[in-house]
């Protein structure tokens, strides 16, 4: 069995879909981190089969909640003060999404202007639809590329 040490302080992300945890990594910036990350990839899960875990090792408001929560808003944050869990967070969709993806508008004036901030709104909760601000054009999941 797969045994990876306690933390003191920082947050564990759980009931990530399997196969997810290196793209959360690599978008929260992880990859560029000082601190320990411990990445858990299919580890049994009892209600969903399988799933992803994330450690981290570091100031718990490192983590950028909306970057998260657009990425899937199913995944549980506990939060870690002390080695032990102080807090759950369960995560909801940001009603504003600032410079976490680009816009697919070869005409859009964040794609001319490098120095905008490219900002996305959320237009319908229910289906996780989001469209770019300047030029409303809907956020696609194949355009995960694009995500900053």
């Not at 369960?90 to 999404?97: C, G, N, V, W």
Request: net charge negative.
């Amino acid at each position: 069995m797969l045994n990876v040490g306690k933390i003191e302080e920082g947050y564990v992300l759980d009931h990530i879909p399997a196969g997810k945890a290196m793209s959360i990594y690599h978008h929260l910036g992880l990859d560029r981190a000082e601190f320990p990350v411990a990445i858990i990839k299919n580890a049994r899960s009892e209600i969903m089969g399988k799933k992803d875990i994330l450690k981290a090792e570091c100031d718990p408001e490192t983590l950028n909640m909306d970057v998260l929560a657009f990425i899937d808003s199913n995944i549980t944050v506990n939060v870690i003060k002390n080695g032990e869990i102080i807090e759950k967070k369960h995560l909801e969709l940001p009603k504003e999404i600032v410079n976490v993806m680009r816009c697919s508008n070869p005409r859009c004036i964040s794609t001319a202007e490098s120095e905008l901030p490219h900002i996305f709104y959320l237009a319908d909760s229910a289906r996780q639809i989001y469209r770019c601000r300047y030029c409303d054009v809907k956020y696609e999941e194949k355009d995960s590329g694009r995500i900053m």
